[in-house]
Every structure is written in C-alpha cells, then in structure tokens.
C-alpha cells in the first residue's frame, strides 16, 4: 500500500507499506521473522528509494498442518 501526496501540483509517492503473507511450517517461524527482520536491506528497491520514501513492512504468517505422515 502507498500514500500519495501532492507537492506543487504534482503527486509523490512518500511513504509504502507491504505486508508478506506468507504460508510456512511451524518449524519456519524463527527464520522467516529474523530474515523479515533485514531483508529490505537486500532489496534493490528499497535501497534505492529508501532514502526519499518510508518503507515499513508487516509479516503475517500462516502456520501449514503437520500431516503426520
């Protein structure tokens, strides 16, 4: 999602907040927040807007069932 904001007639992209869904066994928790943690720090693209735009992230997660099997 972004906010827009319009600067002397012109609208500017200030701020963006994605939020990843993702679905993943339990065993995963740990790792996909500690990598949610640094992971706009390896991303092309927040790197190169970061500076002008705010960037924030959210991290839902979506526990598989064991099977059992």
């Known amino acids: ?13 200030r701020r963006i907040h ?3 869904y993702l679905r993943i066994a339990p ?4 790792i996909a927040r500690r ?5 706009v720090d390896y991303c092309p693209v927040a ?3 970061r500076n002008c ?6 991290l839902e997660l979506f526990l598989e069932e064991s099977s059992g099997t």
Not at 53 to 58: H, N
Request: charged share 20%; aromatic share 6%.
């Open 1 to 13: 999602m972004g906010e827009i904001e319009k600067e002397n007639h012109v609208l500017v992209l």
């Open 18 to 20: 994605v939020t990843y």
């Open 27 to 30: 065993s995963q928790v740990e």
């Open 35 to 39: 990598v949610h943690g640094f992971h």
């Open 47 to 49: 790197r190169t807007i």
């Open 53 to 58: 735009v705010a960037i924030t992230t959210a």
